[in-house]
């Protein structure tokens, strides 16, 4: 096999005889008000330019289309979305844990990202993962 990268998945690497970073994942969940969603988008679309910008390899935002509210758990449970809201899953994959901090640490220091967000961040859920693994 190539050590090449498959194109469409940058972080993917096929290399049996070399050990390579397991690629690192930053997931999020937040309450967005619905009458807010596009200039959430408009913001989301900014930061994620930025984050490509300083080493991200990929930046997914996804608004809830089929998010229904559970009787114990559920994504608007999890944000306490109230029913004015809808809820976005969003994910950035970085090299590895090492590439993911000195990412954001970039990104937090960009001046380009400072100011009110577009959601309560008070209610945003996040969280750092390995990857595991992907098909």
């Not at 998945?9 to 999020?28: A, C, I, L, Q, S």
């Amino acid at each position: 096999m190539s050590e090449a990268a498959v194109p469409e998945r940058p972080w993917v690497t096929h290399n049996r005889n070399k050990e390579v970073p397991v690629p690192y994942v930053d997931g999020f969940v937040v309450p967005v008000s619905k009458d807010k969603v596009e200039v959430y988008k408009a913001h989301a679309k900014k930061a994620g330019e930025i984050w490509m910008e300083h080493g991200a390899l990929s930046f997914v935002e996804c608004v809830g289309e089929d998010v229904p509210y559970g009787q114990l758990t559920s994504f608007p449970r999890a944000v306490q979305a109230k029913d004015d809201e809808t809820v976005v899953f969003s994910w950035i994959v970085y090299r590895s844990r090492a590439d993911r901090d000195a990412v954001v640490a970039k990104v937090m220091a960009d001046p380009r990202l400072k100011g009110d967000m577009p959601f309560d961040d008070k209610r945003m859920i996040f969280g750092g993962f390995e990857m595991m693994f992907q098909m």
